[in-house]
C-alpha cells in the first residue's frame, strides 16, 4: 500500500478518483494482454464488487464473487496477481485519506486473506520450472509486522516461477535465525510496513545474520517508501518490491 512516510508520519495520497483511473488503466493494460477477447469494462466491474465484498463479515459473498470471477474466465494466479494486491491498496488508500476507518481496514484486508487462502492451489505450484529447481529463498513477516497479505502473494507468485519459498509468517524474532540457517539458502527476503521501526527491523536484520551470514538480506514492503535509505539503516543488503530484481540480485551473490 503506497504510504509516503516523513518524520511526522504518513501523509495523505490523492483522493480515490485519481486512483480509480489508475487502477483501470494498469487493469485494462496487463489483463487486457491476458484476455484480448473480454471487454476492458467487465475485467475492471469486479474490482468495486470486491470492494463492497471485503467490507463485510459474510464469508459467502468473497465464496459467490471468486465463483463468479471464475465462470467469467478470470483465472486464480490473475486474482491473486493483479486483483487482490489493487483491492488491497485501494483499502490502504481510504486509511491514510480517513475515509474508511481502523476496523473496516482490518475486516477488508482479513477477507483479502480469506480469498486469497480459497484459491485453487494452481496459483501458486509451478508453471514453468519444476518445483524448487530455481533456488532456496526465505520469506520472512516478523512477529508484530502490520499485515503479511503481500508476503503470502509473493511466495505463492516464486514457487509458481520454481523457487522452494520458506515462508516464515508472524515468526518470534528468536526463532528467525534457526528458521533461515539452511546454507541452500540463496537469499532472504524481509517484507515490513512503514509502521515498523527501523530499531525493530535492524534487530531482525541481525537475528537473519546470527543465523545465516552468507545469504543475501533483502528488505521489501511499503516501509520503502519511509524518507531514508531504508536497506542502509537497517544493514540489509538489497530493497526493492520487484522480486524478479531482488532474485537477480542474490544469484549474481552467489555465483561470485
Same mark, same amino acid.
Given at each position: 500500500m503506497p504510504v509516503h512516510n516523513i518524520d511526522n508520519g504518513p501523509q495523505s495520497l490523492p483522493d480515490m478518483g485519481g486512483i480509480a483511473r489508475q *487502477?483501470? &488503466? *494498469? +487493469? &485494462?493494460s496487463e489483463l487486457r494482454l491476458i484476455y484480448p477477447d473480454m471487454p476492458p469494462r467487465a475485467l475492471v466491474q469486479y474490482l468495486e464488487e470486491m470492494q463492497d465484498a471485503m467490507r463485510v463479515t459474510d464469508?459467502?459473498? %468473497?465464496? +459467490? +464473487?471468486?465463483?463468479r470471477m471464475r465462470r467469467s474466465g478470470i483465472r486464480d494466479a490473475d486474482i491473486a496477481d493483479f486483483y487482490i494486491p489493487v483491492v488491497a491498496r485501494r483499502l490502504g488508500e481510504g486509511w491514510t485519506n480517513d475515509s474508511l476507518d481502523f476496523a473496516e481496514v482490518t475486516i477488508g484486508m482479513s477477507n483479502l486473506q480469506t480469498m486469497l487462502r480459497e484459491l485453487d492451489s494452481s496459483w501458486c505450484m509451478p508453471d514453468r520450472a519444476p518445483f524448487g529447481t530455481l533456488g532456496e529463498i526465505c520469506i520472512i513477516v516478523p512477529r508484530g509486522v502490520q499485515h503479511s497479505l503481500g508476503a503470502n502473494i509473493l511466495a505463492g507468485q516464486m514457487r509458481r516461477a520454481g523457487y522452494d519459498v520458506h515462508f516464515g509468517n508472524d515468526l518470534p524474532l528468536d526463532q528467525i535465525a534457526k528458521f533461515v540457517s539452511s546454507p541452500a539458502t540463496m537469499g532472504i527476503m524481509l517484507s515490513a510496513t512503514v509502521w515498523e521501526s527501523l530499531d525493530f527491523l535492524r534487530s531482525v536484520v541481525k537475528s537473519i545474520r546470527h543465523g545465516n551470514p552468507w545469504a543475501p538480506v533483502l528488505i521489501g514492503g511499503n516501509v520503502l517508501e519511509r524518507?531514508? /535509505? *531504508? &536497506?542502509?539503516? %537497517?544493514?540489509? /543488503?538489497?530493497?526493492t518490491n520487484d522480486w524478479q530484481s531482488a532474485v537477480s540480485f542474490c544469484s549474481n551473490r552467489v555465483q561470485r
Open positions: *487502477v483501470l &488503466s *494498469v +487493469l &485494462s464469508a459467502r459473498r %468473497i465464496t +459467490l +464473487l471468486l465463483n524518507n531514508c /535509505d *531504508v &536497506s542502509a539503516e %537497517i544493514g540489509a /543488503d538489497y530493497a
